[in-house]
């Protein structure tokens, strides 16, 4: 069994096709008798099992030790059936490839057991495999995929959960809910779960993501009276879900997050306000004469209360109907707001997070949303720290791997000897740099894997691009290697344009 290190604290354990799933089954079997320390998450590929929150090496000596099987049986249980209408317009165009007529495509799709191998690209999306065809992805992607599309591509069966681009060929249509995440398992098709589908005539479109909500029963709240122009709710992130094709999202400059809650007496993992560059304004609501304490950390900002002057860094004590305003970000791109008693949104899969590229968790916040408070438990706290120094060019340590033989000779010397800049198509999902192209060894595709926090993809067109909170939980293109973790706060505090530089450690 080959593992391979994904940066320092995940592996990358090389299995036989098409049985990531049953192999994931067979580690949290040894993670239940106590064999396996826990990991954070096991996420499966196609030919891969990416192992979050164990070390490459602490996982070999685990299992060095063990009886693994050959190969692992399949999985118990009954066979998910999905009812299907085959009206999809790429249907003829899937028949012509194939060399048939539309009638033998659906007969021959619906006659296909199918096994869902893994999930990725959105929360409950499963890759399906069974067929023996494989079908090219359209030469031009759709910039709208409706929700319940039954569609095609490579040797992957997937039914899309929620409306997004895609480029696969769409084949037929499903009214079925496929991610829920008040169900347990939130996701009807997890990885090993057999699936048929059935045709049928019609049926009910999927039903639209309930609305999450966002105000509590307590006794305070805050309303948001200038949003900026991007601002979210923030904890520490959600785990235990990425096999799903969850994101973990939390906050981007997790140490900044950390600190504003120290401040104001908050467990450090309490959610908080995320701003980028031009702040957030809000107003206390509380049903007495009550007051809080917030705090301000991350890109150094004016703040006023009641639009007098207050201290950036410090906890500063807010009277119920007041209104705080933090300024634009004097340097770096984050500020962190801290209340006491933390933002009570409902969480969502055990985190309050906005995630981005989901949707998941409250939703990005406009003027007039009403965020509850939970009730303080602790006075805040001195804390004593250094404010952080404009950024004008950031330096991030780099692991090599897993797939560092996939790229042309010379490239990881390339890559950590020359400069980058951030480019302006950077965001809460990925940290894109702008300069020398990497190539790959072979036109060929890889087959999709997990992805961690850190991981440095390179996509055809060469440019690197570093993965943040919001990221897929798999991909399909190849990771050169994966930027330490302590250098990503300073990576979320840079503006498009600032200095990248990667270095390498661990060699």
Same mark, same amino acid.
Request: with cysteine.
């Given at each position: 069994?080959? =593992?391979?290190?994904?940066?320092?604290?995940?592996?990358?354990?090389?299995?036989?096709?098409? *049985?990531?799933?049953? +192999?994931? $089954?067979?580690?949290?079997?040894?993670?239940?008798?106590?064999?396996?320390?826990?990991?954070?998450?096991?996420?499966?590929?196609?030919?891969?099992?990416?192992?979050?929150?164990?070390?490459?090496?602490?996982?070999?000596?685990?299992?060095?030790?063990?009886?693994?099987?050959?190969?692992? #049986?399949?999985?118990?249980?009954?066979?998910?059936? =999905?009812?299907?209408?085959?009206?999809?317009?790429?249907?003829?165009?899937?028949?012509?490839? +194939?060399?048939?007529?539309?009638?033998?495509?659906?007969?021959?799709?619906?006659?296909?057991?199918?096994?869902?191998?893994?999930?990725?690209?959105?929360?409950?999306?499963?890759?399906?495999?069974?067929?023996?065809?494989?079908?090219?992805?359209? #030469? /031009?992607?759709? *910039?709208?995929?409706?929700?319940?599309?039954?569609?095609?591509?490579?040797?992957?069966?997937? =039914?899309?959960?929620?409306?997004?681009?895609?480029? @696969?060929?769409?084949?037929?249509?499903?009214?079925?809910?496929?991610?829920?995440?008040?169900?347990?398992?939130?996701?009807?098709?997890?990885?090993? /779960?057999?699936?048929?589908?059935? &045709?049928?005539?019609?049926?009910?479109?999927?039903?639209?993501?309930?609305?999450?909500?966002?105000?509590? %029963?307590?006794?305070?709240?805050?309303?948001?009276?200038?949003?900026?122009?991007?601002?979210?709710?923030?904890?520490?992130?959600?785990?235990?879900?990425?096999?799903?094709?969850?994101?973990?999202?939390?906050?981007?400059?997790?140490?900044?997050?950390?600190?504003?809650?120290?401040?104001?007496?908050?467990?450090?993992?309490?959610?908080?306000?995320? $701003?980028?560059?031009?702040?957030?304004?809000?107003?206390?609501?509380?049903?007495?004469?009550?007051?809080?304490?917030?705090?301000?950390?991350?890109?150094?900002?004016?703040?006023?209360?009641?639009?007098? $002057?207050?201290? @950036?860094?410090?906890?500063?004590?807010?009277?119920?109907?007041?209104?705080?305003?933090?300024?634009?970000?004097?340097?770096?791109?984050?500020?962190?707001? #801290?209340?006491?008693?933390?933002?009570?949104?409902?969480?969502?899969?055990?985190?309050?997070?906005?995630?981005?590229?989901?949707?998941?968790?409250?939703?990005?916040?406009?003027?007039?949303?009403?965020?509850?408070?939970?009730?303080?438990?602790?006075?805040?706290?001195?804390?004593?720290? *250094?404010? &952080?120094?404009?950024?004008?060019?950031?330096?991030?340590?780099?692991?090599?791997?897993?797939?560092?033989?996939?790229?042309?000779?010379?490239? =990881?010397?390339?890559?950590?000897?020359? *400069?980058?800049?951030?480019?302006?198509?950077?965001?809460?999902?990925?940290?894109?740099?702008?300069?020398?192209?990497?190539?790959?060894? /072979?036109?060929?595709?890889?087959?999709? %894997?997990?992805?961690?926090?850190?991981?440095?993809?390179?996509?055809?067109?060469?440019?690197?691009?570093?993965?943040?909170?919001?990221?897929?939980?798999?991909?399909?293109?190849?990771?050169?290697?994966?930027?330490?973790?302590?250098?990503?706060?300073?990576?979320?505090?840079?503006?498009?344009?600032?200095?990248?530089?990667?270095?390498?450690?661990?060699?």
């Amino acid at each position: 069994m080959r =593992i391979r290190p994904v940066g320092s604290t995940a592996a990358l354990v090389d299995v036989p096709p098409g *049985t990531s799933a049953r +192999w994931r $089954t067979a580690l949290i079997d040894l993670v239940a008798t106590g064999a396996l320390p826990a990991p954070d998450e096991i996420v499966p590929g196609h030919r891969t099992m990416l192992v979050d929150g164990i070390s490459a090496q602490a996982l070999a000596l685990a299992l060095e030790s063990l009886e693994l099987p050959d190969q692992v #049986a399949a999985a118990a249980g009954g066979t998910v059936e =999905i009812p299907t209408v085959y009206d999809g317009a790429d249907l003829s165009e899937v028949a012509r490839l +194939w060399g048939t007529d539309v009638a033998a495509v659906v007969k021959r799709h619906a006659a296909t057991d199918f096994e869902v191998e893994f999930c990725g690209f959105a929360p409950g999306f499963a890759y399906l495999v069974g067929l023996d065809e494989q079908v090219p992805r359209r #030469a /031009t992607p759709r *910039t709208r995929v409706p929700p319940g599309a039954v569609a095609l591509a490579g040797r992957f069966c997937g =039914i899309y959960p929620s409306t997004s681009p895609g480029g @696969w060929q769409i084949i037929g249509r499903t009214g079925v809910e496929l991610f829920d995440a008040d169900k347990d398992p939130p996701a009807l098709l997890p990885p090993g /779960t057999r699936v048929r589908f059935v &045709p049928v005539d019609k049926q009910p479109e999927p039903s639209g993501r309930r609305p999450i909500s966002e105000a509590s %029963a307590g006794k305070a709240s805050i309303t948001v009276v200038r949003a900026g122009a991007l601002s979210t709710v923030q904890d520490s992130g959600r785990r235990g879900v990425a096999h799903l094709g969850v994101p973990r999202a939390g906050a981007l400059d997790a140490p900044a997050a950390r600190l504003a809650n120290r401040l104001v007496g908050n467990g450090q993992d309490d959610a908080v306000l995320e $701003t980028t560059l031009d702040g957030v304004g809000f107003r206390l609501d509380a049903l007495d004469d009550r007051s809080v304490a917030i705090a301000v950390t991350g890109a150094p900002a004016h703040v006023h209360v009641d639009g007098r $002057t207050a201290e @950036w860094g410090v906890a500063v004590g807010v009277r119920a109907g007041s209104v705080v305003d933090v300024g634009a970000a004097i340097s770096g791109v984050r500020s962190y707001v #801290a209340v006491s008693g933390g933002i009570r949104v409902t969480a969502v899969l055990g985190s309050r997070s906005t995630d981005t590229l989901s949707g998941l968790g409250p939703p990005i916040l406009s003027a007039g949303h009403v965020l509850g408070l939970g009730d303080g438990a602790q006075s805040p706290a001195l804390v004593s720290f *250094t404010v &952080p120094r404009p950024v004008g060019e950031v330096v991030l340590h780099l692991r090599v791997g897993p797939d560092d033989e996939w790229f042309a000779p010379g490239s =990881i010397d390339l890559l950590t000897a020359t *400069t980058y800049t951030l480019s302006t198509d950077s965001n809460r999902v990925g940290a894109r740099l702008q300069g020398p192209s990497i190539a790959w060894r /072979t036109g060929d595709e890889m087959d999709s %894997a997990g992805m961690v926090v850190g991981a440095v993809q390179v996509p055809p067109d060469g440019r690197p691009v570093v993965l943040l909170a919001d990221h897929p939980t798999t991909g399909g293109y190849p990771v050169i290697g994966v930027v330490d973790p302590a250098d990503l706060a300073a990576l979320a505090q840079a503006r498009p344009g600032t200095i990248v530089r990667l270095r390498r450690i661990g060699v």
